[in-house]
Every structure is written in structure tokens, then in C-alpha cells.
């Protein structure tokens, strides 16, 4: 029998680590966008795939532009392939 869930953190612990939360509209243009962005970053969900999309324009800002945003897709591309997604829709 399985017992729940039990956490091994401190309240105090998990309060300092609280995230914010950021809700967005957006219309059917930008929805399909969205899509094809989470197409080309091989990404399926859409707060993981607008988070990458905020980090690469941080880096076309910043950085090293090309070698940053290929190594984002690569991540991508491998964490499908050993979640066993071979090619993404």
C-alpha cells in the first residue's frame, strides 16, 4: 500500500523558493505562433517553450546568439529522444 506524499523540505524552505506567476492573453495569431515557436524549439509545453523564447531574446540581447540557441533546441531535441518522443508534431 502506497503511503502519500511526504515532502523532505521545511515550510520556511519552500516558501523562500516561491515563484511568480504570470498569466497572459493571447489572441489567435499569436496562439498560432506559439505553436509553430514550440514546433521549431521541439518544445510541447507553452510556458516551457515561452520561458526558452524569453531566454533566447535575452541571449540575441546578450550573448552569443547562435552556439546559445542551438544548445537550447539540442536539450530539447535529447530530452524528447529519452522520453521516447522521436518526432515532434
Do not use: C, P
Not at 500500500?1 to 516558501?15: A, I, N, P, V, Y
Not at 523558493?17 to 507553452?46: C, G, P, V
Not at 546559445?68 to 529522444?81: D, E, G, P, S, V
Amino acid at each position: 500500500m502506497s503511503e502519500g506524499f511526504t515532502s523532505t523540505r521545511l515550510q520556511e524552505e519552500r516558501d523562500k523558493d516561491k515563484r511568480e506567476t504570470f498569466t497572459i492573453s493571447i489572441n489567435k495569431q499569436d496562439r498560432l505562433n506559439l505553436d509553430a515557436d514550440k514546433r521549431a524549439l521541439e518544445q510541447s509545453k507553452d510556458s516551457t517553450a515561452i520561458k526558452q523564447m524569453w531566454e533566447i531574446g535575452r541571449y540575441v540581447l546578450h550573448h552569443d546568439k547562435i552556439g546559445k540557441i542551438a544548445q537550447l533546441i539540442m536539450a530539447n531535441r535529447n530530452r524528447n529522444k529519452k522520453t521516447g518522443i522521436v518526432e515532434f508534431d
